[in-house]
């Protein structure tokens, strides 16, 4: 169980709490402790054994006392005493986006509504655009995202499945004979969401490398348990397959369970035109029967007569072609990002001080970093009035000042008003050196008004990008309806860049509206919108992103050197 499940049972806590419509002091600490927590680097069990926990700011001695309970039993009495008060479907509910605790306890406590099959029913004859406050609109915008949770339901975000597979393969590393463990499928594509989860590798005692993952103190349940295949259930629910091979067919194998189905089949099709079949064994001549085993994936592909193709690129979208003609793209690494654009700070609705947000962003060895909290638009991100950025102006250029190893920038994630407008005027706006604007309110617009809304807040020579442009948060909100292909022109008109937002639950642009962008010479930047240094780790998501949208180094504006960076904010406007 790691800070991520800890956090996650608090905000759970916290949400049956405003379910309750308990004091908001209650809702609240629960929140704050599973945010403080979410933010820190060190293991929630060695902070617990030095006893750190109680050292950090959102977490009293009290919800201490839960932690170390949950670490300790696996449960937590009151949240077990909290699911108790509710039906079971009726928590259910608040899985749908955009139906939070308080529209769930007034469907329950109203309409008698217990499950999500009822809710559908309220949704559809009426009685949930009955209630004040609603209407048919809001009703509509529920049935859609209830049909889209019966689609996602088996699904896990990326964000979520990375740290439980690296903490796996973590405690099997030093399993004697063990090798090669790489994930499969989705999850090794980078897809934003994940279902099944493989873990694939080789091992010269099986029967050993098996026995060891099955006593891991991360499952919870053995579901099979064989010599080369074990399922199980880890302890934060989620089911995992872990498969062995002989390590002359691990490339084959590797291969066989990576791709996604639309480019399994090509490369099937692909390889009967060259009268060869294929499976996780390896490539069998047709005619012959002579099957080749592989031990690595570039002779796999060699034997097709094809490129490696990398894992981000194995989703049917004419890689293979690309791969015949030994035109795939140079795809970014987390390598090339020489700074982060895009990094708030306790001015606004970050956890740190400017300095500490620097610091971080030094340790990673980049070349540049700027700060960016939110403007005063944003209520509740504790956004910056005229007055105060002035201030932070200062603050920041005195800590650039005094950093002689990193590039310091001064910069806002502005908000885009409803009209387009921006929350700065520009006599703010041309003192900072980054501007990246982004929509934070207003997301049921109607189509045409939110794509002119985005395009004249490009329009305005200040704005340097676009922050999360569709804005969407996985699993609980929709992109608002903006035509996106007018964005892109107006982006590659005025100059201006467009954000892959590495937070794992927007990532945002999705990786086929970044390569729809650098295919129209829109630049892109990779940034984590951090609120504490830990986020700062996000970005190998954004750069999973690009590399799925076929984004190359120089399609990447903190790809380039702080020279070149300023070269090109000096770009002429619109």
């Keep these: 169980m790691n800070n991520a499940d800890v956090a996650a049972a608090l905000a759970e806590v916290a949400e049956l709490l405003e379910l309750k419509n308990e004091s908001g002091f209650r809702i609240r600490a629960y929140e704050n402790a599973a945010k ?17 926990l109680v050292k950090i700011k959102g977490i009293g001695s009290g ?3 839960t932690i170390e309970e949950l670490l300790s039993t696996g449960h937590i009495v009151y949240l077990d005493q909290l699911r108790s008060e509710f039906p079971e479907g009726v928590r259910r509910l608040m899985s749908v986006p955009g139906v939070g605790p308080s529209l769930a306890r007034r469907v329950y406590v109203e309409l008698g509504v217990t499950n999500l099959d009822e809710f559908r029913v309220a949704a559809e004859d009426g009685r949930l655009a009955s209630l004040p406050g609603l209407g048919e609109k809001s009703a509509q915008n529920v049935l859609r995202a209830m049909e889209r949770v019966n689609k996602q339901e088996s699904r896990v975000s990326i964000g979520k499945a990375v740290p439980l597979v690296e903490e796996l393969m973590d405690a099997l590393k030093d399993v004697p004979g063990l090798d090669n463990l790489v994930p499969g499928g989705s999850l090794r594509r980078w897809a934003p969401t994940i279902g099944d989860i493989d873990i694939m590798g080789t091992s010269t005692d099986a029967t050993v490398a098996m026995g060891c993952l099955v006593s891991l103190p991360q499952v919870r349940q053995v579901l099979s348990h064989g010599h080369t295949k074990s399922t199980i259930i880890t302890d934060n629910g989620l089911q995992v397959d872990f498969r062995i091979v002989e390590a002359e067919a691990y490339g084959s194998l590797v291969q066989h369970f990576t791709g996604s189905r ?22 069998q001549d047709v005619k ?32 293979i072609s690309a791969a015949r003609a030994r035109r795939l793209p140079n795809l970014v690494t987390l390598g090339d990002i020489r700074g982060d654009l895009h990094v708030h700070t306790e001015w606004s609705d970050g956890t740190l001080p400017i300095e500490a947000m620097v610091d971080a962003a030094r340790q990673r060895g980049y ?58 005027p520009d006599q703010i706006l041309e003192r900072l050196d980054w501007v990246v604007a982004s929509v934070h309110s207003g997301f049921n617009q109607p189509e045409e008004q939110m794509t002119q809304r985005i395009i004249r807040a490009m329009e305005n020579p200040h704005v340097d990008a676009i922050g999360h442009p569709t804005g969407r948060l996985i699993g ?26 590495s937070f ?12 729809r962008a650098k295919d129209l010479g829109v630049m ?17 998501y954004g750069v999973a992103m690009a590399r799925r949208g076929w984004a190359e180094p120089a399609n990447v504006l903190n790809t380039k050197t702080f020279g070149d960076l300023c070269d090109w904010l000096k770009r002429d406007g619109p």
Excluded: W
């Excluded at 403080?36 to 617990?48: F, H, I, K, P, Y």
């Excluded at 692909?270 to 499976?279: I, K, P, T, V, Y």
């Excluded at 012959?288 to 097709?304: I, Q």
């Design 524 to 540: 892109l930047v990779i940034n984590t919108d951090a609120h504490a240094p830990i986020h700062l780790d996000n970005i190998r």
């Design 36 to 52: 403080a927590l979410s933010n820190q680097t060190e293991d929630v069990r060695s902070l617990v054994a030095t006893g750190g």
């Design 288 to 319: 012959s029967g002579t099957r080749m085993s592989f031990s690595d994936e570039t002779s796999f592909y060699a034997a097709l007569d094809l490129e490696l193709i990398p894992p981000e690129l194995r989703e049917g979208r004419g890689e």
């Design 262 to 283: 639309d480019h399994n089949i090509e490369l099937r099709e692909f390889a009967l035109s060259r009268g060869q079949s294929l499976n996780e064994y390896g490539i």
């Design 504 to 515: 794992p639950e927007r990532l945002d642009l999705v990786d086929v509206h970044a390569r």
């Design 476 to 501: 609980k909100r929709e992109p608002y309806a903006v035509d996106m292909e007018a964005v892109f022109a107006a982006a590659a008109r005025t100059r201006t860049a467009l954000e892959i937002n």
């Design 63 to 65: 919800i201490a006392r």
């Design 367 to 424: 070349e540049y970093m700027c700060i960016t909290d939110h403007s005063g638009g944003i209520g509740v991100a504790g956004g910056l009035s005229e007055e105060r950025i002035l201030q932070q102006i200062d603050a920041v250029h005195e800590v650039a000042g005094a950093s002689s190893d990193i590039h310091v920038l001064m910069g806002s994630e502005v908000d885009i008003r409803r009209d387009g407008s921006l929350d700065f």
